[in-house]
């Protein structure tokens, strides 16, 4: 007789078994295909970065950078938050697309015109180097219209947790924008900051009528919406996102100011290296974003939780994403060009600095999912006036290598400041007594 006790045969188990029960996880899968989303914008936005920083040169560049991050910060204020509003609505109630969507783009067609005279102004007392009015216009409306229309349909489609058409979105105006300065690049003996502006707007709105259309195929028409916005946490979202980026960009018009543009130019090569070098770090936040607020929606401490959760594995990315600068610092010349070898020492010197923005992002994060907007808000803010000083004594101080470290240890600064803020929080929740009937 067969011994009763015969094991049944063994399931598929170990390393294979637990490599598949992973990646069916939604998060892992959406990290998977941010990671490539991101991918493919970093070979597209080194191509156009490599292309226009060698036909503008250094000083170009270093004009054309300055304009451009005047013109996204005023552009987070067109729409007055309502494509992150969406995001954060869509996440836990899909059924409200028609409503935020109509609503988002109604807010954008009243705030871009007074977005774009603000920004005018702003570039009054700005060295805009040769750039004209129509220059400057075109650089406005790709930043502050055509932009914003593409981003809203990818915060659609991340609201869906749709990585693979957001995907499709991102990209759509990295790559036109690219094949834009490549013809350009291809057909002019010389290329001037009008020109390129001509060039960059035309990509910028194809790229947004081909979002558009694929969100309104998927969707639906929009309902225009003009009542029920919701003002302060729309304008809360936007100044925080035009204070974040405010701390991404601000440095480089004061760079240009106070060392000229051609050292401007240096300065944001080395950084746009750097941006470009934390794509793995971006795709798992963009994975987790929404998750954020489902998490939240029982208990702040949970939202807190789940942050807690993610920081090691953000913090492993950032430290390799550190090791990886370091060795590809030296080659950075033979892609761009000679005049760009300063640029060398910079990159090395903001080696951790990815890992700073993935520890801040994991607390923005946090802080937007938990009722903390407001405090965000201040800290992001205040920190605009702070970059502006700060950067301003480091380029006094020590050039080049004193901007970098100043703007470091501000990063740091943020980070201290947001976790620990973070921390109370936590601390108050954990001490609120329990509610009747709990256990």
Known sequence: MRDE???????????????????????VRNTVFYGINFGLQILTQFGFFALISRALGPGGYGIFASVSAIALMVSVFVGLGSDHL???????????????????????????????VFAFGVFYFLDTGTFSFFGLLCILAAECIFRKISFLCSATYMAHDRAGKQFAVDNAIMILRFLAVAALTLTADT????????????????????SLMMVLKDYGLPRPVFSGFEFRQGFLLSL????????????????????????????TAAFRIIDAATTPIKAAL???????????????????????RVLPVISGLGIAVAVFIILIAGYVPFLLGSEYEPAIG?????????????????????????????TRVILVFLSNF????????????GGLEGAVLSRMALQACIVALTWGLIGRKRSQVSAKPSSPGTP
Do not use: N
């Open 240 to 267: 925080e996102f035009t204070s974040v980026s405010g701390i991404r960009d601000l440095d480089k018009p004061v760079v240009v100011q106070l060392l000229g543009p051609v050292q401007a130019g240096i300065y």
């Open 86 to 116: 969406l995001i954060q609505r869509l996440a836990v109630d899909k059924d409200a697309f028609a409503r935020y969507f109509g609503r988002a783009l109604a807010m954008m067609l009243m705030t871009f015109v007074p977005a774009i």
């Open 286 to 308: 963009y994975a987790t974003y929404t998750r954020y607020f489902r998490h939240a929606d029982k208990g702040a401490e949970h939202g807190i939780a789940f942050g807690l």
């Open 191 to 210: 290329v001037d900051l009008d020109t390129w502006a001509m060039w960059y707007v035309c990509a910028s709105l194809l790229a947004s009528g081909v």
């Open 5 to 27: 006790t015969e094991q049944h045969p063994r399931k598929p188990s170990g390393m294979i078994e637990k490599i598949r029960e992973v990646s069916a996880q939604p998060v």
């Open 346 to 374: 910079l990159i090395r010197l903001l080696a951790a600095y990815p890992l700073l923005l993935g520890a801040a992002g994991i607390g923005a994060d946090i802080m937007r999912s938990i009722g903390m907007q407001g």
């Open 386 to 397: 702070v970059i502006v000083g700060v950067v301003w004594v480091g380029c006094d101080l």
